[in-house]
C-alpha cells in the first residue's frame, strides 16, 4: 500500500485519486493543517498525524502496511517562509527526516518526493533541466533542495527508491470541489481581485522578456498527479538505491501580462484593466521547464493547457464564492 503524506490537501487530493484510478491500494497521512477530510474519499484510511511524530507514522505505516510514500505533506509559501525559516526547516526538513526514520524502520522502501522548481532559483537559461545549477534564494527552496540531498543519502544507505519530482507552477483542478482553496499564486490572486471589482496586479513590466513581465511554465495539477503515479509505477522495478530526479512541467513559458488577459477574457470581466506595480525582489525573469527527461525516463508528458487550467480554477473558484 502507498501512504499519501498530505493526501487532504490540494495536491495530494489528486495524487490519490490517480493512484486509485491506476489500480493502487492507498491511505493518507495528513495533520489537516491546511487540507480537509472531505477531500479523501470514502473508503480509503485517513490518520490525521504530524509528520513530526515519528512513533504516529510507524504506527500508520504497519497498521496498513505501507511499503511506499508519496511525501506531499510540506509547507510551500514563499514569503512565509523567509518569516518563518525555523518553522519551514521543522516541518520540511525535521518532517522528511522523520518519515525517512519510519521507512527504515519498518521497511517501506519506495518514495516519491513532491520538490519544487524553487530549489533552482533564478537561473539565467531558456530551459531549466535537471542539470541546471541548483542555487535557491529563499527558505522554501532551500528545504527542497536540501530534502532531495537527505533522501539521495537515505536511499543508499537503506536500499531505497525514490524520485524528486520538481514542479513549476501548478494550477487548475480535476474539479471544482477540489480546487485551490489558497490565494498565495497567480491565477486565485486575480480571481480575488476581479471579484473585489479591482484591478489585477502585474509585478513589474521591465523584465528581459518580449513584454516585460516575468515568464513561468504552469503546469495543471491533474498533470502533476499522473506524473507521480508514473514515478510510483517506475520505482517498483527500480534497483534500491535509485534517485530519480525529474522536472514536472510542460517546456512552454507564459508571460504574467499574458496570463492575466488570458484570465480576464475566460473569466468575462472584459472590462478590467491590469496594473502594473513594482516589481517583487527575487522574482526571476524567465523559469521554464525542460521536461525532456521525464518523458524518456517515465514516458510522461504533460496532457493540459493554459486555458484549461484557468477554467477550472474557475469553476472551482465559483464554488467557493458563489
Known sequence: MWMVTGGAGYIGSHVLRALRAGGEAVMVYDDLSTGSADRVPDGVPLVVGSVLDGAG??????EHAVEGV???????QVGESVEQPLHYYRENVAGLTTLLEAMAATGADRLVFSSSAAVYG?????????????EPINPYGETKLIGEWLIRAAARAHGIRAAALRYFNVAGA??????DAGVFNLIPMVFERLE?????LI???TYPTPDGTC?????????IASAHLAAAVRLRDAEAGTMLTLNIGRGEGSSVRETVE???????AAGAVPEVVDARPGDPARVVASADRIERQLGWSARYGLDVMIESAWHGWRLRHP
Open 57 to 62: 507514522l510507524e504506527a500508520a505505516m504497519r
Open 215 to 223: 515568464v513561468r511554465d504552469f503546469i495543471h495539477v491533474s498533470d
Open 122 to 134: 533564478m537561473p539565467d537559461v531558456d530551459l531549466v533541466t535537471e542539470d541546471t545549477p541548483c
Open 70 to 76: 508519496l511525501h506531499i505533506a510540506a509547507k510551500k
Open 174 to 179: 480535476a474539479s471544482p470541489e477540489l480546487a
Open 196 to 200: 473585489a471589482g479591482k484591478a489585477p
Open 262 to 268: 488570458r484570465i480576464i477574457k475566460i473569466t468575462g
Open 203 to 205: 509585478f513589474g513590466d
